[in-house]
């Protein structure tokens, strides 16, 4: 039996002793539950507030934030070391609703700043932060967009049995897929999860039989599917009529604290580049001995070279601490160390561990965590560091208010893709068999977010379209929108598309995250274009934590003018953070010649 080494599990006890049904935990839970309380009752008094009762109440709201996003994440840290941990899945039972609860007195709290006169402002301005009086004022010029407290809960209560209940019959419908397909003359019935294994096969044939399985079933099913997706998509573009909002990227801006003008920028600047990938596609074409690509092709490696260099844990941190001392990064290089010597990272392997990486941070107790699956590859190491990239960014904001805290998805990605970046934007001390494979990896993340999402954003942006016309969108209607842009975006250079990206992508079917495309792609080249500038500027690092600690105040474009000087309204900035990905087509170009 294998030894763990205490380096490969994290320790949790700095923070709180003991599981979900300890002593501790459920004195905090019980003083929460108090805290919550009291401020509904607070709120819920109908006299005027002068200026110290509405300093009581947003201290008060501050700490309630804090505790509520600190036991959430302790129990989701919980669940994620140990999915059997029946007393960790209890108190994420009841810490819903209390979430809940406090989604409801966020917007009594934010309808009593509103309702706040003249002086009161001024009072506010004079002591408060700059930051925190700005973070309100954006508060209560989103305000005027919704409708009434009331309503908004009323809608959050009816949305459980109908809005959310169409997330949740999706959920249940593509879980209960079958697929029958033949491997080497064995047929066999899988899931969508077992399917997705043959998509990344050695033989294209498998990979081809993985596609007709996936249409079969599917074409089966489409007409539920569809349904799911009008009722879900009609149901939004409702709402937003109530609210009276024109546009139907209204929420998903207003969410991600940018403007429609930074989004055309950002996409017309790629369709412009979208050719510099054909060349890439048919050299792979070429080395898979095949005339054009099709869509399950498209991430298939064309390198196979096992990687012979293997890096512990303890190796991972130092290569990933140089490489971030090497870029002008003492402060991320020093976080890196200290993250691995105080047990904040859970690197093992073992049963009941959640699958993938994920980061938490504890507002109160001013620390970070984090998990990965490490299997000692390179691709590890740039999985570790990702995840230490999200930790890094939560150590920044620490020291803000809680309001000032959360950032947006669009700049969610910033910190943890600039970490991969450093790691792996150089080739040295990367063995030379490597080499090829991590470029193809890069170039096919730039096919992901670049023209993938690119597809899935404009075929999502057409379907509200046209549900906002009060059209309904049948199977066939889907199909052929989704195909029609995905020839667009390719340039109609593959030898199949799939059809059925609408029915199985689930962030079409996600109901607090419209449009849960663009954000990755906009966190990509956001990255890209900061990594582009670090380059030429030895004190890059103290822009860059302002920055980071910036990131749950301002828009986009506040934020980029205010810390860089650029303009992601204009095409120019999108333009340099390009230039990277081509330049890695042309050195895989060079290399497979």
Not at 247 to 266: D, G, Q, Y
Request: hydrophobic letters at 35%.
């Amino acid at each position: 039996m294998k030894t763990t080494n205490n380096t490969e599990k994290w320790t949790l006890d700095s923070l709180y002793k003991g599981k979900g049904d300890s002593p501790e935990i459920i004195e905090f839970f019980q003083c929460l539950k108090e805290k919550v309380n009291e401020l509904i009752d607070n709120l819920k008094i109908p006299s005027e507030k002068d200026w110290e009762s509405i300093k009581h109440l947003i201290l008060h709201m501050d700490d309630v934030t804090k505790r509520l996003e600190e036991l959430k994440e302790f129990t989701l840290s919980l669940t994620s070391q140990d999915s059997s941990d029946e007393a960790a899945k209890q108190l994420d039972y009841q810490l819903s609703d209390l979430s809940r609860e406090f989604s409801q007195l966020e917007r009594l709290f934010y309808q009593t700043l509103n309702g706040m006169d003249g002086s009161i402002w001024e009072k506010m301005k004079e002591e408060l932060s700059s930051p925190l009086y700005f973070y309100f004022l954006k508060q209560k010029e989103r305000l005027s967009d919704t409708l009434h407290p009331e309503m908004e809960n009323l809608i959050d209560e009816l949305s459980i049995d109908g809005y959310r209940s169409w997330e949740a019959l999706y959920q249940q419908s593509i879980n209960k897929l079958k697929f029958t397909i033949t491997v080497d003359g064995k047929e066999g019935v899988v899931t969508f999860g077992e399917l997705a294994k043959y998509n990344s096969n050695s033989k294209r044939s498998i990979r081809l039989a993985a596609h007709e399985a996936r249409v079969r079933t599917l074409n089966e099913n489409e007409d539920l599917f569809a349904s799911i997706l009008n009722h879900l998509a009609g149901f939004r573009t409702k709402l937003y009529k109530q609210r009276g909002w024109d546009s139907v990227l209204k929420e998903t801006l207003t969410l991600n604290k940018m403007s429609e003008t930074t989004l055309k920028a950002m996409w017309d600047t790629i369709k412009d580049n979208n050719q510099m990938f054909q060349a890439y596609f048919q050299r792979k074409a070429k080395l898979l001995g095949v005339e054009k690509l099709s869509y399950f092709d498209l991430f298939y490696p064309i390198s196979s070279a096992e990687e012979t260099k293997k890096y512990s844990i303890k190796d991972a941190i130092e290569f990933i601490s140089h490489k971030a001392y090497e870029h002008s990064f003492p402060v991320l290089s020093q976080f890196v160390k200290d993250s691995y010597d105080n047990r904040w990272i859970d690197s093992e392997i073992r049963p009941n561990k959640r699958q993938g990486g994920m980061a938490f941070a504890f507002p109160i107790s001013q620390e970070s965590r984090l998990f990965v699956n490490y299997n000692s590859e390179f691709n590890d190491v740039t999985v570790l560091a990702h995840e230490l990239g999200h930790t890094f960014h939560a150590t920044v904001l620490f020291d803000q208010p809680s309001f000032c805290q959360k950032y947006p998805m669009s700049l969610a990605e910033t910190a943890s893709t600039f970490n991969e970046l450093i790691v792996t934007e150089s080739t040295e001390g990367i063995p030379v068999e490597q080499r090829l494979s991590n470029i193809e990896e890069k170039i096919n993340t730039a096919v992901l977010y670049l023209l993938y999402v690119q597809f899935h954003f404009h075929f999502e942006l057409e379907m509200y379209n046209r549900k906002k016309a009060g059209k309904y969108l049948s199977a066939e209607e889907l199909k052929s929108l989704i195909v029609a842009f995905q020839k667009e975006v390719f340039s109609d250079c593959l030898e199949h598309y799939q059809e059925f990206f609408w029915l199985h992508t689930p962030h079409f079917y996600y109901i607090d995250q419209p449009f849960y495309n663009f954000v990755y792609t906009f966190g990509f080249l956001f990255s890209n274009g900061l990594f582009e500038m670090s380059k030429t500027d030895p004190n890059f690092e103290k822009k860059y934590i302002e920055l980071l600690k910036d990131t749950g105040i301002y828009s986009v474009e506040e934020l980029s003018e205010k810390h860089l000087g650029i303009d992601l309204t204009k095409p120019v900035f999108w333009e340099k953070s390009i230039q990277l990905i081509k330049q890695q087509i042309e050195e895989f170009l060079e290399i497979t010649k």
